[in-house]
């Protein structure tokens, strides 16, 4: 099993910047892509930023420019670094981890962002 904790959503006005971050524990050995997803209300959950089992990483369009993902991995944490935030980034984001040997996802709870404009 792996444990995620997410941390840092907050309310920021349009242009600003916050980082969240993801803490992971447990069994750490099994984490494969580990990332970022978002859920905007009345949406379906979208890929936001991961690194790929081979350390790559992809976002999606959508963010590309303004947000980074990073990882430290002596702390078993994952980063999301988010500036010129806009409304339309407002959703609640997961913590997502796909193992690296056959076996169910794993996610956070999620951490809101909520940007005015």
């Known amino acids: 099993q792996v444990q995620l904790v997410e941390s840092g959503g907050g309310l920021v006005q349009a242009g600003g910047s916050l980082r969240l971050s993801c803490a992971a524990s447990g069994s750490i050995f099994r984490i494969g892509a580990w990332g970022w997803y978002r859920q905007a209300p009345g949406r379906q959950r979208e890929l936001v930023a991961i690194?790929?089992?081979?350390?790559?990483?992809n976002y999606s369009n959508s963010v590309k420019g303004r947000f980074t993902i990073s990882r430290d991995n002596a702390e078993n944490t994952v980063y999301l670094q988010m500036n010129s935030l806009k409304p339309e980034d407002t959703g609640v984001y997961y913590c997502?981890?796909?193992?690296?040997?056959?076996?169910?996802?794993?996610w956070g709870r999620g951490t809101q962002v909520t940007v005015s404009a």
């Open positions: 997502y981890v796909h193992p690296r040997w056959p076996g169910s996802d794993y």
């Open positions: 690194f790929t089992r081979d350390d790559t990483t």
